[in-house]
């Protein structure tokens, strides 16, 4: 029976390598984090396959995949705060956690959200804190931002993430309507909002005051 470690190689080289994501930082994270460990044991047999998984809930821990190229999107150099919407599993945030100085994660259910955040804390992420809130409206208390990743699907970026986004600072979601989104790169200068359209993708909807309603 083949180890954790040695598919986590496996899933780096074959789902994320092959596919072009290149950043050396982004693949040692993936390589790093325990997918497995953030998952129901009923899905764990199947946590290093290039799919999204069922947590509860009606809630999903993303493809390995798109874990990826959200992070990279990011453009991560070590001394950021960021800012994620959804935990969910917590899996994404862990991932965050090796890149950035500092992450805030948001999540709207609470079996979730403490499911999560046992979970970080038995793996020793002390730079990680998890927050029960509506995530549209994001986590004013603890802005600005310098990255902001959005984990759930919206008609477009909600005003209050934008305005929690530091100057110079990228934000990446999913956008379109329920049934297929695209990933933009929203980034900070000067004033102004710079957009840039990325890959196509499905994820779950997200859900509050400034996204979907149910």
């Known amino acids: 029976?083949?180890?954790?470690?040695?598919?986590?190689?496996l899933m780096v080289e074959r789902q994320l390598v092959a596919r072009g994501i290149s950043d050396p930082r982004v693949l040692e994270a993936m390589r790093a984090v325990p997918r497995h460990r953030f998952m129901?044991?009923?899905?764990?047999?199947?946590a290093y396959e290039d799919m999204a998984l069922p947590?509860?809930?009606?809630?999903?821990?993303?493809?390995?995949?798109?874990?990826?190229?959200?992070t990279e999107l990011l453009r991560l150099s070590g001394s950021e705060r960021v800012l994620e919407i959804g935990t969910g599993s917590g899996y994404q945030a862990a991932v965050?956690?090796?890149?950035?100085?500092?992450?805030?994660?948001?999540?709207r259910i609470?079996?979730?959200?403490?499911?999560?955040?046992?979970?970080?804390?038995?793996?020793?992420?002390?730079?990680?804190?998890?927050?029960?809130?509506?995530?549209?409206?994001?986590?004013p208390d603890h802005a600005p931002f310098d990255r902001i990743?959005?984990?759930?699907?919206?008609?477009?970026?909600?005003?209050?993430?934008?305005?929690q986004l530091g100057e110079g600072g990228i934000l990446v979601a999913?956008?379109?309507?329920?049934a297929s989104q695209q990933i933009v790169q929203l980034i900070k200068s000067g004033g102004d909002i710079q957009k840039n359209y990325k890959t196509h993708?499905?994820?779950?909807?997200?859900?509050?005051?400034?996204?979907w309603n149910y």
């Open 1 to 9: 029976m083949m180890d954790d470690e040695y598919l986590r190689n």
């Open 40 to 46: 129901p044991e009923y899905s764990r047999k199947n």
């Open 55 to 70: 947590i509860g809930q009606n809630q999903t821990i993303s493809q390995p995949y798109m874990v990826a190229i959200m």
């Open 96 to 107: 965050l956690a090796h890149l950035a100085r500092e992450v805030v994660t948001v999540e």
């Open 110 to 139: 609470p079996e979730l959200a403490g499911t999560a955040q046992v979970a970080l804390r038995e793996l020793g992420y002390e730079n990680v804190i998890c927050i029960l809130s509506d995530g549209t409206l994001g986590a």
């Open 149 to 163: 990743l959005v984990t759930a699907g919206s008609s477009d970026v909600p005003i209050p993430l934008i305005d």
């Open 174 to 178: 999913p956008v379109g309507d329920r």
């Open 201 to 211: 993708c499905i994820f779950v909807p997200l859900i509050g005051r400034y996204g």
